[in-house]
């Protein structure tokens, strides 16, 4: 079976503040493909990355980069420099070739951050 | 370009009224999803339709619950005798979809906000 698990619940920073935001998967599939998606207060889904199991590279966009290991089975999302517009909720999902199609969401991190 | 929409934005229904939510998706995107958000549940799968393949209706969770994709294109989900746990915001997305299907980027819809009285 497939889980994503984001332990951390709700995260509160000060503007200008680096955080990091967790995310753990589960998968027998040797073909993957990790998400990350952000839902502000309006409620839309907004796409942010995706990550397939054969490239374990990072990546960076602006202030925003994500940290993909294997070995962890982690693929976390940092935001460097936070900005008030950043306060959403953020999904990690995961979806492989056992699961065509299906997204496996993990529960969220609600993020704050204070001016 | 648009993107995926989905109407009503918010619905109002009394326990044991049918509802209908439609979907409309990226023009040209094949594959077809609709997600649940609940405050307990987090964001489940419901079904996805991909092209002319049977639909995988694995997520819906009673038979109250049905969608069909007419053309190809646009979606309807309907849930018939509503109870009050089927309150939550549903959720559209469409992707484009070539070979197996794996991994391609669900690009998701505002959603439809039901409340269940």
């Known amino acids: 079976a497939q889980k994503v698990t984001q332990a951390q619940t709700e995260i509160s920073v000060v503007e200008k503040e680096d955080v990091t935001l967790d995310c753990v998967y589960e998968?027998?599939?040797?073909?993957?493909?990790l998400f990350w998606y952000k839902q502000p207060p309006s409620g839309e889904l907004v796409f942010l990355i995706r990550?397939?199991?054969?490239?374990?590279q990072n990546e960076i966009s602006g202030r925003y980069s994500w940290n993909f290991q294997k070995s962890t089975s982690s693929f976390n999302f940092t935001i460097t420099a936070s900005q008030v517009v950043d306060s959403a909720v953020y999904f990690c999902?995961?979806?492989?070739?056992?699961?065509?199609?299906?997204?496996?969401f993990g529960q969220g991190t609600t993020l704050q951050v204070k001016p | 370009g648009a993107g995926v929409s989905q109407s009503p934005s918010n619905k109002v229904t009394e326990k044991g009224k049918d509802v209908e939510l439609r979907c409309d998706p990226i023009?040209?995107?094949?594959?077809l999803y609709w997600y649940r958000q609940s405050l307990g549940q987090g964001l489940e799968f419901l079904i996805y339709?991909?092209?002319?393949?049977?639909?995988?209706k694995s997520g819906l969770p009673s038979d109250r619950f049905s969608a069909e994709r007419t053309g190809g294109s646009v979606s309807t989900l309907t849930i018939q005798r509503t109870q009050q746990e089927d309150s939550a915001v549903y959720l559209c997305?469409?992707?484009?979809?070539?070979?197996?299907?794996?991994?391609?980027?669900?690009?998701f819809g505002p959603g439809t906000r039901l409340l269940v009285l």
């Open positions: 997305a469409s992707s484009f979809t070539s070979g197996q299907g794996v991994g391609e980027t669900q690009y």
């Open positions: 998968t027998r599939d040797t073909t993957y493909y």
């Open positions: 990550r397939n199991s054969f490239d374990e």
């Open positions: 999902a995961l979806t492989g070739s056992s699961n065509t199609g299906k997204l496996i």
């Open positions: 023009s040209g995107h094949t594959a």
């Open positions: 339709f991909q092209g002319n393949s049977a639909p995988d």
